[in-house]
């Protein structure tokens, strides 16, 4: 069964970098998009952006600017960076894995409470 | 980007409560819709990819329906484990938006 595991810093001051890695164990790596998600506290779902092992990512436009989604292969780790972090990316991020077939979002990782304050 | 409208916002019903919760695209998707159920403190967990496809393992009192514009999710027979916040998401294009969510509590 896959299973993703992510760590990270869990408390950053503004204008610091945002930086999670994700680990995948049990499942293909290659075969998959890989994509990262964020949740403001008591707020909805959004989507940061995700990559393919073989290919470029793809990210929000209103992220574009500060973001990037890495994959190292060797490791069967993808790793997400922030930069410029304010109060509003106080958020629950999450990894999770993409299959080609459907683009749905279907194994999550656990999740990572990052929170911006001075 | 695609905008994906939920409703109801919240909704409250009883156990054996037959339940649909409705999601809205601004532009076609196809059948790229999935949805999600997301229990407090938890990562959100799939239920249906593809507009109507039951991931494995869920209960089959869990439906998806509809056609673009509009798609369901329909709870036939609503258990008390059901209670949580269901989200939709069109995963047609980046970026890949999700609706508001619909919060399901116990009446």
């Known amino acids: 069964q896959v299973q993703l595991q992510q760590w990270g810093a869990g408390l950053l001051k503004p204008s610091e970098t945002l930086s999670l890695t994700c680990a995948v164990s049990?499942?293909?790596?290659?075969?998959?998009?890989w994509s990262w998600i964020r949740q403001p506290p008591g707020k909805g779902l959004e989507w940061i952006g995700e990559v393919h092992p073989s290919g470029s990512p793809t990210y929000s436009p209103s992220l574009s600017s500060r973001v990037t989604i890495s994959v190292d292969s060797s490791k069967n780790q993808f790793s997400l960076e922030l930069r410029s972090v304010t109060a509003a990316d106080t958020a629950v991020y999450f990894c999770?894995?993409?299959?080609?077939?459907?683009?749905?979002?279907?194994?999550w990782g656990q999740g990572t409470l990052v929170t911006v304050s001075s | 980007d695609i905008q994906m409208t939920q409703s109801p916002s919240s909704l409250s019903a009883s156990v054996g409560d037959r339940v649909t919760i409705t999601c809205r695209a601004s532009?076609?998707?196809?059948?790229?819709l999935n949805w999600y159920q997301q229990k407090s403190g938890q990562a959100p967990k799939l239920l249906i990819s593809?507009?109507?496809n039951l991931q494995s393992g869920v209960p089959s009192r869990f439906s998806g329906g509809g056609s673009g514009p509009d798609f369901t999710l329909t709870i036939s027979s609503l258990q008390p484990e059901d209670f949580a916040v269901y989200y939709c998401?069109?995963?047609?294009?980046?970026?890949?938006?999700f609706g508001q969510g619909t919060k399901v509590e116990i009446k």
């Open positions: 532009q076609t998707i196809s059948t790229y």
């Open positions: 049990g499942g293909s790596f290659s075969d998959y998009y």
């Open positions: 998401q069109q995963s047609y294009n980046t970026p890949r938006t």
């Open positions: 593809g507009a109507f």
């Open positions: 999770a894995r993409v299959p080609n077939w459907d683009l749905s979002l279907a194994f």
